[in-house]
């Protein structure tokens, strides 16, 4: 008999559906949601493999205070008692969280009454400051609210869709699925994408604007400029809507003077520039979808409201099929909004600087103090515990030792830190190892409750497996620490429900329409209605007949929630990066997500399957960069700033802008030796948001020439290896090391078989040793299996992994399988599938070309129909193309 639960995805802010099938003796499957607005049941590869990222693996199942094990009662008092006596010595603003768009609604409001309501302090902040600070910010400068006014829907209904800094084929997979249908489905239908790079999003552009880094502002002031010269504007929306257009306009035309001054300034052809904004001024319908590319800058405020101006100069807003969409990062990034995570709000979409709204929350919570100023935003927060003046500091669900820029200081700061209070579902990561209390909390498919996507849709997680160990929920850790701290009475929570229908009644105190954000008609689910919720978009209202009723987009009236009422045009004079390339540091490095990992790898990594497409952190760089530095294909290669430096593998790529180099965010300590690309990035801020600038860091690259190379495939996970590079995987079977070192041991079969064996007299040993020519190769043999082999060479000229990672399936290995060992080929009859192109189902580069060349493939529908590449999440679908174009 097999149970089925339905639940939300924990991975990007698509929030899509899922169906968890659990069986009699517990397996569980995932599908995806056929009902589930977000997604009617399509999956990108992360979310389909989220089943086999469930083990308990690595897990963290008990309370731990200074590394030794303690009963929750222990761990409790010690934590609340720390707090405690630092407020009283210190003050209030002695203490703070640092929290994360993981959490749930409800976790989140809870922590954000106690540091706010009961502390007395604004000292919380989330990780969603990295992604969409600058978002919130633009949008209540221009609306007064931090309101996202389109849906999904308005994907399918736009005409044409600009995406601005947005790889949505990659971060946002099911909603470029949704677009990339819609067009195929409408002939007049255009996509233009505006990005230094040649991303996979670029497959269904009809456009492509390769922008100079940072110009973001200077091309959408131009096409302001060019909508009002072209008589392209909504006259009556404008006047009786909108206050400030005269003002934006000035600084438009004063920034962008001309089509051929905008050009020059953005690095673009003019008639790349013309072509885009005359689409812009003929369509009617048009979506700008916008993300991590516009908001991670030190301008992305303004860059935010640059595009903003543009549709509220044509009155392209309200309306189905137009609107400025910011797709967020993280699963509950826009709960975090709406409870007032930020540092700099209040729950509900409430300012902490207005005393009316401190003394609106402080009575409706009866809390006996409220913090009265903003709290400090990330960066300044960690600078805040460098420096000594925060003294304990309480992380949940996050791993800022590598996500904030300038990493390593902020791993400093940890280390200095009198108390760090971690919460997290792992026992290991780069951030626990400084943690003086580590609390085990429960994760996705343990927990229970609410969850915002990014077209506001509320949604439910829901709990489908037991709690592992003495894991426990968010909620209930930080109400059990405020009941210890004295705050008893309001923290008594019996479960999830309890705190969500007071988040609801909240939203509607005192609202009267005044606030965007109103979900009171949910103040009064019961348990089985909780349990049941469908996703549904506030605001909600009820209906005369009692139902419930969302609202799909917002501003259909023309009303805003500015103290006019009237949308605000905002004067953007644009600013360059805030460090430029210099004759140092001449490249700009630019950071972001690969298609199949998530953040710092702490879910993914163990889902085999996500590490086969992109299983070292690399750097890419235009060919004729690389050039010029002596650099090819495969190289290792060392990316410095003036923080510190990294070592990852070249990709050689004419996709990646000249002059710039991208490198991934997720790799860290316990995946790599040196690959922590956050560590290099400058914390230059956002004056207005406070968010960092990852996109655009000056670097040099170097290359890297270690005295050799190798990899090992081994069953045994294994401590890092004694070498100066290291990378480490997981496969179906076994771990993947890539390694290379400065120095060659003197030895190297007495090297090896120190490492990988219990003795030197295994007699299941076989190896090649050319000493001349600094090539090893060794296989360890358990019974008719392979337990591990590892082949040292020179240079980086090895042999594919992929044959021999497959032996490891396998129960018994042929005579000829044995006879091809030890030099890495595979034996007549096989064949090398090659790099993981279709991470879905397995499918490798080599596999399709042979099957492009033998099937007369045209296609990527005919590949499917053979491979069934593509055909679930299609992330792979722009791959496939290029692989069709080599035939």
Known sequence: MQTSVKTTCPYCGVG????????????????????????????????????????????????????EQVDWDTALNTVSSRF??????????SVAFYVSGQLLTEDYYVANKLMKGFIGSANIDTNSRLCMSSSVAGHKRAFGSDTVPCSYEDLERAKLIVLVGSNTAWCHPVLFQRIKKA?????????????????????IADLHLPLQPGTDSILFNGLLAYLWEQDEHNRLFTDTCTQGMDEALEAAKASSPSMSATAQACGLTERAVTEFYSWFAQTERVVSVYSQGVNQSSSGTDKVNAIINCHLLTGRIGRPGMGPFSFTGQPNAMGGREVGGLANQLACHMEIENAGHRSLVQDFWKSPRMADKA???????????????????????????VSMPEANLVRSALERCEFVVVSDCMRHTDTTQYADALLPALTWGEKDGMVTNSERRLSRQKRFLPPPGEAKSDWWIICEVAKKMGFAAAFSYTGPLEIFREYARLSGYR??????????????????????????????????????????????????????????????????????????????????????????MTRTAKAARLSEHSPEPYAELHSSDAKLLGIVEHQLVKIISSHAEVIVRAKVADEQRPGSVFVPMHWNQQFASNANVDSIVNAALDPISGQPEFKHTPVKIEPYNPNWYGFLLTRRELRPLDADYWVKSQGEGYYRYELAGEQSPADWPVWVRSYLCASHADVNWVEYLDVAVKQYRGVRLLGDTVESCIFIAPNHALPP??????????????????????????????????????????VGEKTILETIASNNITNVEQIGSVLQAGTNCGSCIPELKELLQRR
């Not at 397996?27 to 089943?51: E, F, I, M, W």
């Not at 304990?392 to 800022?400: E, Q």
């Not at 044959?803 to 044995?818: I, V």
């Not at 080929?825 to 599938?833: D, H, I, R, T």
Request: hydrophobic share 35%; aromatic share 8%; charged share 25%.
């Open 183 to 203: 067009k195929k489905a409408a002939a007049d239908v255009k996509v233009v994408v505006i990005d230094p790079r040649h991303t996979a999003t670029c497959e």
């Open 375 to 401: 709290g400090l935003k990330a960066v300044e927060l960690f600078d805040a515990v460098n420096e000594g003046k925060v003294k304990a500091i309480w992380i949940m669900g996050t791993n800022p030792a």
């Open 801 to 842: 992994r992929n044959w021999l990672a497959s032996l490891f399936k396998k129960a018994k290995l042929s005579e000829s399988e044995r006879i091809s060992l030890l030099t890495g080929e595979p034996p007549a009859g096989q064949k090398e599938q090659g790099k993981t192109v279709c991470a879905c189902f397995g």
């Open 511 to 600: 609202n009267n329409g005044s606030r965007d954000f109103d979900i009171a008609a949910l103040h009064e689910l019961d348990q089985a209605t909780y349990d049941d919720f469908e996703p549904l978009q506030w605001p909600v209202k009820t209906t005369d007949s009692d139902q419930w009723q969302g609202e799909k987009r917002l501003f259909a009236d023309g009303k805003f929630y500015t103290l006019s009422k009237k949308a605000q045009f905002i004067p953007i004079q644009p600013r360059q990066p805030a460090h430029p390339a210099t004759k140092d540091y001449p490249f700009v490095l630019n950071t972001g997500r690969v298609r199949d990992q998530w953040h710092t």
């Open 16 to 67: 899509c559906g899922i169906v968890a099938n659990i069986a009699d003796k517990g397996q569980v499957t995932v599908t995806g949601d056929q009902q589930h607005p977000a997604n009617y049941g399509r999956l990108c590869s992360k979310g389909a493999a989220l089943a086999e990222t469930l083990s308990l693996d690595g897990r963290l199942l008990y309370p731990l205070i200074h590394g």
């Open 84 to 93: 405690t006596n630092c407020i009283q010595q210190f003050g209030p603003d």
